[in-house]
């Protein structure tokens, strides 16, 4: 019998030392790594030992690569990791306690890097992130980045600062530790606050008892102010996002008591002084009355002229247009009898009717681009289109000059995205960047993709063409120019499709790496 009663006691003394297995990354400061001495420190270190000792529990710490402490909690082998950013995929298997801070995602970029400054700016551009990272989920759903994995944030800084890639995005406090660490100079935070979403400590779901546990303890750990403390040792200052309100309303409260007690003391001369001076200003503005409603007839007469002025511009274009494609139309239908005669024509008779022919198609297309400009200028802001539909019947349209220098048309839109404007609007853009990349490419494939990014549909057209120089860049978007004038066009339609964007509130930009290296096209457009 006593040597049963000695076994339970040595079986409940075991249970009671049992530890809780937390896990973190081993390389993720200020909040959890391995420092030079072989000790695992941070604020969630800290944090996480006054919790243990809020809970009269033992800890067993276990810092490994950021995937892997993801997985041990995951799949068990762990009770508790000490630091995560919430996520609803995240959610499917973890239970998050109440949370430490808010934590963001930031973008860095090299310094003289300026064509960065958003997550829909990253398509197209190689970007490194720390493999299971919150931001690697973020940007693993934007179509056309590539993206670059590494161990963890370190490693990811230094590709940026060798050049490897062209952006790292990541949470903001743990790389501006790593890049003051690591001196590197070169780098800057092109966008920061991306995504913010409750941060702290997690367990495997379901695991109730033990959040209900983790969460007394943060409140009580909150509630004496040491929680603060861990804060300004290891971020200079207060980062958390949940403000002390009865600070805030004893310092409101005694701004008030302040401002009034001041504002009794000069009421009484202020008023008398007021009195004369709204005297003063009364004569002054009915003056000014005067001399404004004189100002708003004249403004009115102006307006109607305005009006006057536009509906005249307007029939002047519609008549101009209509005298113009009436001697077109009459020279095209001679020039199609001459065809038929020209068996009979020889040598330069021969070149000088091509010629004709030649300038009458381009005088026909500048016709209608003038008309296409003039209507662009009176878009319809209020429609709706789906994006896929309006993409499929812009390429049905420039098929046919593609399949004759043998050119293949790819697409890849993400989802069903919608947009707010008109399916003639969008179709007359996509059809003149399209018909662009088809004249300029002589390889392929051209590739037309859309993806929704930030409230707005990003929309790119990328051929693998000649290409364009930077000052090309700059004026691609000029009325009448031409990067290769020996190309057919009128140089107008990149100029239109700009006007329409701009109509919509969107933004049209053109990049390419330089001659004969291709060029990509993309706009954005408001997402219904």
Known sequence: MKSKIVVLLLLVSFLSYSKLVVVGDENFPPFEWVNEQGEYVGFNVDLMKAVASELNESVEFRPMKWVDAVESVKNGSADIIQGIKYSEERSKFLDFAKPSLTSSSAIFVKKEDYT???????????????????????????????????????????????????????????????????????????????????????????????????????????????????????????????????????????????????????????????????KERTKELEYSRQELLVTM???EKAFEKLKEKDRERDEFIRTVSHELKTPVTIMQLNLDLLT????????????????????????????????????????????????????????????????????KIKRKISGSPIARMSKEDLVRVLVNLLSNAVKFDDKGPIEVSAVVVDGEVLISVKDHGVGLSKEELGKVFTPFFKASPEKPGTGIGLSVAKKIVKLYGGRIWAESKGKNKGAVFRFTVPKA
Do not use: C
């Open 116 to 278: 960065i400054h958003s997550v829909s700016s990253l398509v197209g551009k190689k970007v490194s992130v720390q493999k299971a990272d919150y931001s690697h989920n973020i940007l693993s759903n934007v179509s056309g980045i590539e993206l670059l994995l590494f161990d963890d944030y370190e490693q990811a800084l230094r590709a940026l600062e060798e050049g490897k890639v062209d952006a790292f995005m990541g949470g903001k406090y743990a790389a501006l530790y790593f890049i003051k660490k690591d001196n590197l100079k070169d780098l800057k935070i092109a966008k920061d606050d991306i995504d913010p979403k409750p941060y702290g400590i997690a367990v495997k779901q379901g695991n109730t008892a033990l959040l209900d546990k983790v969460n007394s303890a943060l409140v009580r750990i909150e509630e004496r102010g040491a929680k603060k403390a861990l804060f300004e040792k290891w971020f200079g200052e207060e980062i958390n996002n949940y403000p002390d309100i009865t600070r805030i309303l004893s310092i409101w409260l005694t701004i008030f008591v302040v401002s009034f007690v001041l504002f009794n003391f000069f009421y009484y001369g202020w008023t008398k002084s007021l009195e004369k001076k709204v």
């Open 340 to 407: 038929g005669y020209s068996k009979k024509y020889k040598g330069k008779e021969k070149q000088v009717i091509n010629r004709i022919r030649r300038a009458t198609v381009r005088l026909d297309k500048t016709i209608k681009d003038i008309l296409e400009f003039e209507r662009a200028r009176k878009a319809r802001l209020s429609r709706k289109v789906k994006v896929k539909e309006a993409i499929r019947e812009s390429i049905s349209e420039v098929i046919p000059l593609a399949e004759a220098k043998k050119l």
């Open 297 to 299: 007839k004249e403004l």
